[in-house]
């Protein structure tokens, strides 16, 4: 059938790391590797609480179909925390979608064509690069440094390639990097997307997960003229097992999301829309996530002093202010993917660098994630990865 | 921003006629239009009960990460009931997607190159036409008669139109049409698929809703050489609120449908589907669907009852053996968007039939749905719609 499928489905291949990581499903491994939230905090007992609510009091409406821009008290509440976060918007200005991994999707299919470019922080979140690329964009990667992406390659970037509609930016807590960009970087962010006219997507699955310091303002916060496209979920805060994330973008551009989303799957889940509404209304959704950036911190603690102790000089890491993710930098010459094969056999798993840079070309990072495994694993599985860095690292 | 979006983004347009309809939430109005299911028949208790023991049992897993391909157990449970309408498949070829939408929507994607020719029946779904127009194809409409598509009419279509992927077709109780496929004009299809390798795509949403008569073997089931994608939903079976529908392909096929799922939306909600397969193990599903079928079928008899009493003989209709739908045809001359806006003033919804041509051009018919409404608003509602068609049918 291969002459069928459509160009962009013949360049759609399975990732070779993926197959891979399928091993670390198995109970015994400990796994760095997922971006999977602690499921023994998920809120159990509430959800079903508020499950049997809305089918006591909604049933019908929860299980009917309902309308593509999604349940509008969620919508309206989705408003007001961003309102408090400094985005001015209100529920119109939302739309609900399946994860942000849809938002990552639409906007791929609302601003690419063919050849054309996505510029994106160098490293970037795998699974947008995957989403882009199914529209058979290429990737422009922008340096980064401690602070973000470095506005001069981005300015000398944006000049230099063609066709780009969008910079793709996850400004708090990065995957992988853990990196936060200060508030300098996000109003030059804003200031070059004005001149050069182009839409920024600003992806936030973290940011709510800070474990030290004070918050920095949003991009979309610091928007005057409608070009940021904010990506927000509840899968890191609430559960990712409901998908259920948002778009919040400007009356023109949100509709151009609402119209895809109708096209792609009319709608998301009613009945999940109203159980999570309902938790907003009934429990103390800010009280949860702060025992969530309790239990991450400490995990976080740990990993970073096991690391100290176990791990080569050579692996070089900052530890993040919050997020799910630690980004190790080995040496030029190590290709973690080898070394990921090693750390399978001794029953311990990450994710190799390489995935996270579109362009390919670097193998020599990993990323570790600290937020699923419980303070006890972390320790021995960084000793045993410390082992076999200190043995493959000559 | 204009400039910025893809050349299909600039091409999806809100449905004007979706606008009108709009309006047909209002309570007062008796609405032909959707196709909803009656929201009185859903398993509300079975729903919270399921709810609960799946929360209380695995919770953790319920409200986490899963795979891309789908509950394994529901899709399990699946390909067991394929297996009992004749389809040979076991659960690796059967993926889980939100609604069947979402199977439609990455049939465009993994098929259509822009300027493609999509074939389907005339007139077909709306849904499926837009799903597929956002990866910019064109339609080569194929007549059918009561059978299901003139066979000949398919073959020159296929000769005379390039760049033709796939056939569309919706054999059992079409929409709009209410018509089904004789077995005949399957294995035509199947054959003309053959001799010019093409896909079939085999929508079948209302397969299950049978009101009489016995079942005809589907598309699928008569499949030798894996051409045939099914898609199935249990939208119109169980709830459509919770999004849950499935893709049966044969492997290689089914393989990039997974892969265009996981930069979509990664999954489809663990929860949602876990709830479904408990209720499928719990309670009697067959029986549940003999429940609404009972009832569709005496809402049609009612409806079927009221068109002969109050609609003018010049409006043409056949009445389904299942489904939602029955399509009326009108004199030539006649264009049912205006029969809806007067129809709206008398609180009275439908269709217009123009929606259902891709290519456009005929306006003479209108879409009534019999499931939603209780009997003695199907009368009433019809009693209004005929006097106006006999008000403005001159």
């Known amino acids: ?85 400094g985005i001015q918007c209100n529920r119109d200005d939302i739309l609900i979608t399946s994860g942000s991994q849809q938002g990552l999707d639409f906007t791929g299919k609302i601003f690419i064509n063919p050849g054309d470019y996505v510029l994106c922080e160098s490293p970037s979140y795998l699974g947008a690069v995957n989403a882009f690329k199914a529209y058979q964009c290429a990737f422009k990667e922008v340096e980064t440094d401690s602070e973000g992406m470095i506005l001069e390659d981005l300015e000398k970037s944006i000049i230099e390639t063609p066709n780009v509609k969008f910079v793709y930016v996850i400004p708090d807590f990065q995957n992988p990097s853990g990196r936060t960009w200060s508030l300098e970087r996000r109003r030059g962010l804003i200031k070059i997307a004005e001149k050069y006219n182009l839409v920024i997507i600003e992806d936030n699955p973290y940011g709510e997960l800070r474990f030290e310091g004070t918050s920095i303002a949003s991009v979309k916060s610091l928007d005057t003229d409608g070009r940021v496209v904010y990506l927000g979920t509840f899968s890191k805060t609430f559960s990712p097992g409901i998908r259920i994330g948002w778009v919040c973008a400007s009356p023109e551009i949100l509709n151009k999301y ?67 993710f630690v980004w190790v930098i080995l040496p030029d010459h190590v290709d973690t993917r080898k070394i990921l094969v090693k750390a399978i056999e001794n029953k311990v798993a990450f994710v190799p660098g390489g995935s996270f840079y579109p362009n390919g070309g670097r193998e020599n990072a990993m990323r570790l994630n600290f937020s699923n495994m419980p303070e006890e694993k972390i320790v021995e599985g960084i000793e045993r990865l410390g082992k076999i860095l200190k043995e493959m690292i000559l």
Chains 1, 2 share one sequence.
């Open 1 to 85: 059938m291969e002459h069928l499928y459509s160009e962009r489905a013949k360049a759609i291949k399975a990732s070779e790391i993926r197959e891979i990581l399928k091993l670390t499903q198995q109970p015994e491994i400990i796994s760095f590797a997922g971006g999977l939230p602690a499921p023994e905090l998920f809120p159990i007992e509430a959800m079903k609480a508020v499950a049997c609510k809305v089918l006591d009091e909604n049933g019908r409406e929860a299980l009917q179909y309902s309308t593509t821009e999604g349940f509008a008290p969620l919508r309206e509440k989705i408003a007001q925390r961003q309102n408090d976060m």
């Open 258 to 324: 609402i119209l895809v989303k109708q096209s792609a799957d009319l709608q998301t889940s009613s009945l999940a829309q109203r159980e999570l509404s309902m938790f907003l209304d009934l429990y103390d959704f800010d009280a949860h996530i702060d025992s969530i950036r309790t239990v991450y911190k400490k995990r976080l603690q740990v990993m970073s002093d096991a690391m100290k102790r176990f791990f080569p000089d050579s692996a070089v890491y900052e530890i993040p202010k919050g997020g799910l």
